[in-house]
C-alpha cells in the first residue's frame, strides 16, 4: 500500500510541478513538500490566480499550521468541498489525506480547464472517457477505452489518441505490432514534443500496474493540449447506433438529475459553483451534444436507407 501510494504521488508531484513552472516552486517530495503550506499556496495561487495569505518564515509547526488553513479555506472560497481533511493531516505527513487533497484539486482545476465543470466520481469518468473516445475512434476504432485502467494497459488507446492528430507520426498498423512498453514510451514522447504534454506517468507503472486517478490526470492533461476535432459519431451498424444513442440519453438523464438536485451544503459559495457548472455545461457540452445527436440522427437514415435497399434486392433476388 505504501508503494502504491509512493507511485501516485509521482505522478501528482509531476502534475503540480507542471502547473509551477512559472513559479520558483518545485515539489520533489509530495508529502514532504506540502508540509509548510508555502507550496500548496503557490500551486493554488497559480491554479486559481489568486493570492493567498501567507507566512513565509515557517521555523515553527504553528506557522506551517497558519499557511495549511490558509491553503484549505481558499479551496473552500473556491466552492471545493473538503471532507475529512485538516492542516494537521498535511503537517504529519499523512498519505492518504495528502494524496485525496491534491486528487481533490486536480478535479477542481484540470478537469475545469477541459469545460467539464466541477463535477467527480462517476459524472467526471464517463465525460472524460467520452473526451479521450473521441480521439481514439478516429485514430483507432478498436482501441476504444471503457475504463482507466485495463483500456490503457497495452498501449493502444494513448497511441490512437495521438494518431487522430498526428497520423504522420503515428502509424497503427505498425504499432499494432509492438510491445506495450514501446507503445506507451512513443505515444508519450510524441505528445510532450509535439503538444507539450509532460510525461506524467511511467510506461512500466501503466502496463504492469494501470492506477486510474494517474491515467485519469494524464489524460485531462493530454486532451486539453489537443486540438478539437469536433463532434464524431463512428455508426458502423444499427446496433452501433442504438449503443451510441443509448450513451447520450444516459447522459442527458443523468444532467438533468444532477441539475435537479439541491447543492449541499446550500451556501452562497456551492450555489455559486452550481451556476458556474450550469454556465459550463450550457456554453460548452450542450452545443456538442446537440451535433452528436444531429449527427446520429443523420447516421441513422442513411443506415436504414441501406437495410431497406439491402432488403429490397433480396426480396427481387
Not at 137 to 143: H, K, Q
Not at 191 to 220: C, H, R, W
Not at 272 to 297: C, R, T, W, Y
Request: glycine content about 4%; charged content about 30%.
Amino acid at each position: 500500500k505504501q508503494w502504491y501510494q509512493r507511485r501516485v504521488a509521482i505522478t501528482a508531484g509531476r502534475w503540480a510541478n507542471v502547473q509551477l513552472k512559472q513559479s520558483d516552486a518545485e515539489v520533489e517530495d509530495l508529502f514532504e513538500d506540502l508540509k509548510d503550506g508555502l507550496k500548496l499556496i503557490a500551486l493554488l495561487e497559480t491554479l486559481s490566480k489568486k493570492p493567498i495569505k501567507k507566512t513565509q518564515r515557517v521555523k515553527m509547526n504553528i506557522h506551517k499550521l497558519q499557511n495549511l488553513e490558509h491553503a484549505l479555506r481558499h479551496l473552500e472560497k473556491e466552492g471545493v468541498k473538503l471532507v475529512n481533511i485538516s492542516n494537521e493531516d498535511i503537517l504529519n505527513g499523512n498519505h492518504k489525506l495528502t494524496l485525496g487533497l491534491i486528487w481533490t484539486i486536480i478535479c477542481r482545476y484540470q478537469f475545469e480547464n477541459l469545460s467539464m465543470g466541477n463535477v467527480t466520481g462517476g459524472k467526471l469518468k464517463s465525460l472524460l472517457l467520452a473526451k479521450c473516445n473521441q480521439s481514439i475512434i478516429i485514430g483507432y476504432p478498436p482501441a476504444k477505452a471503457h475504463n482507466f485502467t485495463t483500456s490503457f494497459q497495452d498501449g493502444m488507446a494513448f497511441c490512437a489518441m495521438i494518431a487522430a492528430h498526428a497520423p504522420e507520426d503515428v502509424n497503427m498498423d505498425v504499432v499494432k505490432e509492438m510491445a506495450p512498453i514501446d507503445r506507451h514510451t512513443l505515444a508519450f514522447k510524441i505528445a510532450e514534443e509535439k503538444f507539450g504534454v509532460s510525461q506524467l506517468l511511467e510506461p512500466t507503472d501503466t502496463v504492469n500496474n494501470p492506477d486510474e486517478k494517474s491515467i485519469m490526470t494524464y489524460i485531462a492533461a493530454l486532451t486539453s493540449k489537443l486540438p478539437d476535432l469536433g463532434v464524431h459519431v463512428d455508426v458502423t451498424n444499427l446496433e452501433d447506433y442504438a449503443a451510441h444513442a443509448k450513451t447520450v440519453k444516459d447522459f442527458l438523464n443523468e444532467k438533468k438529475k444532477s441539475l435537479d438536485e439541491d447543492p449541499l451544503p446550500v451556501t452562497i459559495e456551492t450555489i455559486q459553483s452550481e451556476l458556474d457548472n450550469l454556465k459550463v455545461f450550457g456554453a460548452n457540452i450542450m452545443p456538442d451534444k446537440h451535433k452528436e445527436i444531429d449527427l446520429l440522427a443523420k447516421a441513422y437514415k442513411e443506415k436504414r436507407k441501406k437495410y431497406r435497399l439491402r432488403l429490397c434486392v433480396d426480396t427481387t433476388a
